[in-house]
């Protein structure tokens, strides 16, 4: 385990000093705060229509509530969520192969880590990761959407549709769900790139494969709930976050129902194991 | 315990035997040099005793552990590869900080140290991927001297690098070696590594054809000559007759033989070989150096083509 540890805390530092790493996090923050900026201006221009339409009758303008925060804050982190899973990848199945060709396995091979240790470590890697990227993304678009909106309940008409306890309840709710398939993905990258021959292999097989299951999924009906990916924020969305967008607009009927969110809280972890697994046996039979 | 033994190590790639039979053996403080042509399985003993391959057949104990186990020993084993095997994104200090951090523990050399012995302390925030190739060794070995490795395994530590490099790489390996390390250098640069190994593992083809000190080796062909003939059996007919003269490996496909002319020398053997009608294109003296043992070892084994 000190091996895993080792190269667990030799990775992280690695990245944490990486130039493309330090620009993927700011790409994360600019997406976020992009997402909520360009949800001000679709709410404004909604509420600039409603007003010239009552005047175009002749009508006062009616008293509009002020633009509620909850929707540009879920749309925010979760377009971040989005171009982050898929940077996880990227990132997760380039570092065992590009490791492997550039020689820094052979390295770390003599110095304190096992193979196995090598690729635990790296597992290991995705947690610290996939926090890092829920709490980018998050402190990002929270961040936008407290500046430019206010935070208080759904209202409609008069009638609260959401309270701010319940959303925030639910929010946490779906941040938590999309850990563990974002972890599966990562290791997913990880088991792709430890069986692939070179780096841009590994990175065009992990994306071919995630984004045609991207497209695909429907086809496989409720037989997609059995793959994590199905659970991860993604461009063709049905992720826990997706479902709370619809939440936060007050939509009666968005949100997953308990079965599937213990689905999508249990089912990405033996899965990520299975892929660790994989990617331990294939590092086991290469030549470094 | 010697600091490596390998016995018996063999190794194929699909239907290619890469190594086959090798055995050698570097004891605690030697500066071992590991010799041979380009492919001639020098890498692949060393990967498999690095455990990087997994051999095909054959023990190896690497300051006591096996092979496979080398993670286990902290450490105490430092490679240094022939690509230097940086992390490019990172500078020099950097990477530094990213080896010390893979060897688990901070003892030993600090990296300021390892800059300062390696000679590039002044490089220490460059960029990795902005070196020179000869910079990017010098940082390579920097790194593997962090912590307090005993056996330092260098393969192709000299090349790329200009003379002056080759001079200062050659100064540290013998510092290195005088502070108690165990060094094993492959390469196929002669004349430097003669200059500071001790002892000297030959491979050729796959095999290890002659390990010894590197006295003894040079000590077997001094006075000796090399002749160039049109009809070696014919040489070797009439050499045998010329008192004290001992008559050597040849090859008769290239016209070459090696003898000990004895005391009476080159004249009589060049007397001997025109009496006897043999059309004497060249003979000369085997130079007592590294090199001219290694080109008779080649002659003597190799497939290749000998060294120029």
């Given at each position: 385990m000190s091996g895993s540890l080792a190269v667990l805390r030799a990775e992280f530092y690695r990245l944490s000093r990486h130039r493309s790493v330090h620009l993927s996090a700011l790409f994360i923050v600019v997406v976020a705060v992009m997402r909520v900026w360009g949800e001000s201006v679709i709410q404004a221009a909604s509420r600039a229509s409603i007003v010239q339409r009552a005047l175009e009758r002749g009508a006062a303008p009616p008293e509009l509530p002020p633009p509620n925060a909850f929707a540009p804050l879920v749309e925010g982190w979760l377009s971040a969520l989005t171009v982050g899973s898929l940077l996880l990848l990227i990132l997760a199945s380039r570092c065992l192969a590009a490791d492997r060709e550039s020689g820094v396995l052979r390295l770390a091979r003599t110095r304190s880590a096992s193979r196995g240790a090598m690729v635990v470590g790296r597992a290991l890697l995705g947690v610290p990761l996939v926090l890092g990227l829920v709490l980018i993304s998050g402190a990002a678009a929270w961040l936008t959407t407290a500046a430019l909106f206010d935070f208080g309940p759904l209202v409609e008409h008069g009638f609260e549709l959401l309270s701010t306890e319940t959303f925030y309840e639910e929010l946490r709710r779906a941040v938590i769900a999309t850990i563990p398939p974002l972890m599966a993905n990562w290791t997913f990258g990880l088991a792709v790139s430890a069986c692939a021959r070179s780096p841009s292999l590994a990175l065009g097989t992990s994306l071919a494969a995630y984004l045609g299951f991207d497209l695909?999924?429907?086809?496989?009906?409720?037989?997609?709930?059995?793959?994590f990916a199905s659970f991860a924020p993604s461009f063709s969305d049905a992720s826990a976050m997706q479902e709370m967008t619809g939440v936060a607009r007050g939509?009666?009927?968005?949100g997953y129902s308990a079965a599937r969110y213990n689905q999508n809280m249990l089912l990405p972890w033996p899965e990520a194991l299975l892929l660790v697994a994989v990617a331990w046996w294939a590092t086991r039979r290469r030549a470094l | 315990m010697p600091a490596l033994r390998i016995e018996s190590l063999s190794k194929a790639f699909g239907r290619t035997v890469?190594?086959?039979?090798v055995s050698l053996t570097v004891e605690r403080g030697q500066l071992y040099g590991l010799l041979g042509p380009n492919g001639a399985g020098k890498t692949t003993t060393l990967a498999c005793a690095l455990g990087l391959l997994q051999p095909d057949g054959g023990t190896i104990s690497v300051l006591g552990q096996p092979a496979s186990q080398i993670?286990?020993?902290?450490?105490?084993v430092a490679v240094v590869f022939?690509?230097?095997?940086?992390?490019?994104?990172?500078?020099v200090s950097q990477n530094l900080a990213y080896a010390q951090r893979l060897l688990g523990h901070k003892g030993g050399r600090s990296a300021t140290d390892a800059l300062q012995l390696a000679g590039i302390?002044?490089?220490?925030?460059?960029?990795?991927?902005?070196?020179s190739l000869g910079q990017s060794r010098r940082l390579a070995i920097a790194r593997a001297l962090?912590?307090?490795?005993?056996l330092l395994v260098l393969d192709e530590?000299?090349?790329?690098?200009?003379t002056l490099g080759v001079t200062s790489m050659l100064a540290l390996f013998s510092e290195l070696r005088d502070q108690g390390l165990t060094l094993v250098l492959s390469s196929h640069r002669l004349h430097e590594l003669e200059r500071i190994v001790s002892h000297v593992g030959v491979v050729i083809g796959g095999r290890v054809v002659r390990e010894a000190t590197l006295d003894d080796l040079l000590q077997g062909v001094a006075g000796q000559l090399r002749v160039r003939v049109d009809d070696v059996p014919r040489a070797r007919t009439a050499l045998a007759?010329?008192?004290g003269a001992i008559l050597g490996q040849s090859d008769e496909a290239k016209g070459l033989l090696r003898l000990d002319?004895?005391?009476?020398?080159a004249p009589a053997i060049t007397k001997a070989l025109v009496d006897a009608g043999c059309a004497v294109s060249a003979i000369e003296p085997m130079r007592s150096g590294l090199q001219s043992v290694f080109e008779t070892l080649l002659e003597e084994y190799g497939p290749h083509e000998v060294l120029p």
């Open positions: 695909f999924k429907q086809v496989l009906g409720d037989g997609q709930w059995w793959i939509l009666s009927d968005a | 890469a190594v086959h039979d993670h286990t020993l902290c450490g105490k022939d690509q230097p095997t940086l992390v490019r994104g990172l500078s302390a002044d490089l220490a925030g460059r960029r990795a991927g902005r070196l962090l912590g307090q490795p005993e530590p000299l090349s790329g690098l200009d007759q010329v008192d002319p004895g005391p009476q020398g």
